[in-house]
């Protein structure tokens, strides 16, 4: 069985000089959006796909957060990794070689967020429940000031494009005007550990009375979860996350990466298994400009002070 790999012991085998650096296998990892175990569970069939598909060992290192997985990345300490679209993008800025897209699934390039409420919100009639989880105009993020006006809101990991960077946006956009630091009871908590299961959690139970998770989260979560939280405004659909590789990395191994993705057939038993570790129906091959909304973002964002 294939083991997971720690930071410390890629660190220790690239000091050892280049021959041992060549002889490592292909190290991938992904942004921590759920436990460590849920995660070394989820990614031990991609590592063995991989390894089939790239013709040499491919093993999973674990990284503790969102900022771990991009400094990683950037370091070629591991050689590709499943990102969000914002840890896509800081990889790619972070990186002397850049990152090269690869693969997405179509549902991230019409990706969307989920505002959700502790239950006794909807219990009160004070918000309604939204058994149509299709993307609504801001226009209805912009009527539910006065409520959130009156809770705490729980964002995400702080790079997390669908737990934070996209919903803080959409929030502070022209159309809604609603400031995260002053248009809630208090200033905004953020999940460290856990990603979107620890925000759910809060919300479920009472710690946060609003959050905002992705989509895919919150539909893969156990009924009595969703039931203690749920959605009460689903944002527009935006870019989100990519599979990228180390900006390096020789054009044959980027291009047996990308077929190993989008060659994924869900009728295959095996394959499916694959895909269902990214809860994918399938992949397409991705494109930088693709990731331009995200370039643009974070830029005003951190321009406007809203990321200190």
Not at 69 to 88: E, F, S
Not at 133 to 159: H, N, T
Request: aromatic share 8%; charged share 20%.
């Amino acid at each position: 069985m294939l083991q997971a790999m720690g930071l410390g012991a890629i660190t220790a085998s690239l000091s050892t000089g280049c021959g041992a650096a060549k002889a490592l296998p292909f190290r991938f990892s992904g942004i921590p959006d759920a436990d460590k175990d849920q995660l070394a569970r989820r990614y031990e069939v991609v590592a063995q796909h991989l390894s089939t598909a790239l013709g040499r060992p491919a093993q999973y290192v674990h990284v503790p957060d969102y900022t771990a997985a991009v400094t990683a990345l950037a370091a070629h300490k591991i050689d590709a990794a499943w990102l969000g679209g914002v840890t896509a993008v800081q990889a790619e800025q972070r990186s002397p070689a850049g990152v090269r897209y690869v693969a997405a699934r179509a549902a991230d390039l019409q990706f969307r967020s989920y505002f959700v409420a502790n239950r006794s919100w909807v219990d009160r009639g004070t918000l309604r429940e939204r058994d149509d989880r299709s993307p609504q105009p801001l226009a209805d993020l912009a009527a539910l000031a006065p409520v959130f006006a009156r809770g705490r809101l729980s964002f995400g990991a702080r790079s997390s494009t669908s737990g934070h960077i996209m919903p803080r946006w959409f929030l502070q956009s022209e159309a809604v005007g609603i400031d995260p630091r002053t248009g809630f009871a208090g200033p905004p908590m953020y999940q460290l550990q856990g990603g979107h299961s620890a925000t759910l959690a809060a919300v479920a139970s009472g710690a946060a009375d609003f959050g905002v998770v992705n989509f895919n989260a919150w539909e893969s979560a156990d009924a009595d979860v969703r039931a203690a939280a749920p959605v009460v405004f689903v944002t527009p659909t935006y870019v989100d996350y990519c599979f990228v590789a180390h900006g390096s990395l020789a054009e044959t191994t980027v291009q047996a990466l990308r077929t190993a993705l989008v060659d994924l057939d869900p009728q295959d038993p095996r394959d499916r298994e694959v895909l269902a570790a990214f809860s994918a129906e399938s992949f397409v091959a991705a494109q930088p400009e693709g990731w331009d909304q995200i370039r643009s973002v974070l830029q005003t964002l951190e321009q406007d002070g809203s990321l200190g």
